[in-house]
């Protein structure tokens, strides 16, 4: 990616915010696509009160401030979904009521919750709304959802990173492919990093976005006049003082679609499988069998458990035990595989494809082979 000093940005000037909650916390920014203009949200923190307040605020297409609303125990604000339904829609994960949607017009009062999604951050784009749990993503057909049906289009775990969740985004090129934007702290106020996920959960991109302003604040996803999907990274910048701080978004992914990783594939032949990735440097299939049935120590369950960790999925000590918790993490892995296993194939022993999906999986996460071997 050329230098973000060169790319196109976007500035928010906050002096003319009003009220007295202009300098609380900034989460993040949506585009209504029908009206074009911008919401900035931001984190409202009330004493006395477990949650906090979410407050949104209105910018107009040549980036100026209009007005707010505020949405009472609305949560963090990390994440907001926004559609145009015969008006601007706000869609958020509300701490009291779950996930839904409100007129922005008419304000929160006419939340409106979708009881068939689970409860989590959410984004929108397009005809897919993207739920985020943890490190946990699920999309699910938006007119669906507001006809009170469920429809899942994905469902995939990324691996832990960073020292916090800044946001997330989905960006739907079709209802079938896409991806999902995720924004972190590696180091709050000191480093940050932006990461592509296609819908099957593979790694498409990644930036490094520390010196593009301050604190991370997740994307602006808009459409060009073509209808070609852009991304934006948002960055809180500028010093505490509120006249002077601003939300700056820089654009990252202007030329949709980006090449994907090569995916994992379950159907492929195993041989297949080696001369694309390489053959593992140590997977003894019969004595990781063993380790699992039997519950000895083992070095080939320390490389499983190493792969697991890598990936995010297993989160105790890699001491090569075989016990529940790493069956769990196993069998949670082979659940993500795309496409989807019968569910006779995620449970039980390891299997020399299995095992291998894995491995290959951990190398592409993390660029190495994670196999340092334990006596």
Known sequence: ?????ARPRLVFHLSAWDGPSKATLIQ???RDPVTREYFITQADNVAGQASQNLVIRRHLQNLSYADSQTVRRGGHGSSVGIENDGGTRIWLGHDQHGVGRFPYQTGPNEFERVSCL???DVSVHRDVICVRTGNRFR??????AKAGRTTQLFDFTIPRWGKRFQGHSVVAQSTDSGLVCVHRDVATKAASRAVAFSFNGVKTAEIDTTKMGDEAEGFLVEETKDGTPTVWVVKRTGPQDPKRRTVAATLWLGDLPVAEMAAVDPTMDIKAVFAL???PKALKVSSTVKAATKGYVSRYTHYVQKWLIALG?????????????????FDTFRRNIKPSWPEKDCVGVPGITSLTLLRNAAVKATGKDQLEVVP
Not at 1 to 5: F, K, W, Y
């Open 1 to 5: 990616m050329p230098d973000a000093a």
């Open 28 to 30: 993040g920014l949506v």
């Open 118 to 120: 689970p409860d989590g």
């Open 139 to 144: 999309g699910y057909r938006l007119p669906d």
């Open 277 to 279: 990735f390489g053959a």
């Open 313 to 329: 999925y297993y989160k105790a000590k890699d001491d090569g035990r075989w016990g529940s918790v790493t069956q769990t993490a």
